[in-house]
């Protein structure tokens, strides 16, 4: 049998896992320094707040996707995880359901950071050079289903780490 993990062991892998999402926002950002990728000045750029070209409105969808969700969300999970053992007294959780929630979320979350951000900058890049939406669509088209796939795995594991908050918190009060 698989004995139960400790709950604030999870609050603070979480906690690794909101400043390790930081440390890849910062690192994102940063990229506004390298002139070559057009982040900074130029058609459709940042400074010129044109989101509808280069990088795009998807660029700051995953922007945005990695601040609130990579970021935040991981520290509210610590969070959570660490009210769990103030306020209800909870000391272990199900590892198998931990485990399994940490890594749908981390990686539906990144891994729809990654593919609305190459759809923001390719198709973004795409527009801005004079390319035909209509061909943009074809050539973004693939990401559509591995998107839906890594959102879809995102939301899993949120749910999976509320029914394991829900089932500590009962299984504590029995």
Known sequence: MVSDMDVVRVARLYFVLGIVNGLIAAVVTSLILIPELRLA????????HNVDVWPGAWGWVSYF????????????????YYL???I???DNVNPVITLLSMLLYEA????T???TGYVGMEG???VAEGGSAVVVTALIG???IPTGLSIGAAVLGTLLGIVNLIISIAHKRK
């Open 84 to 86: 769990l053992k103030q």
């Open 124 to 126: 973004g890049r795409f």
């Open 41 to 48: 000045a130029g058609p459709g750029s940042i400074l010129t």
């Open 108 to 111: 539906g979350t990144l891994g």
């Open 88 to 90: 209800f007294n909870v």
């Open 65 to 80: 996707v990695l601040l609130i969700a990579g970021v935040a969300g991981a520290l509210l999970w610590s969070l959570s």
């Open 113 to 115: 950071v990654a593919l």
């Open 142 to 144: 693939w990401v559509v």
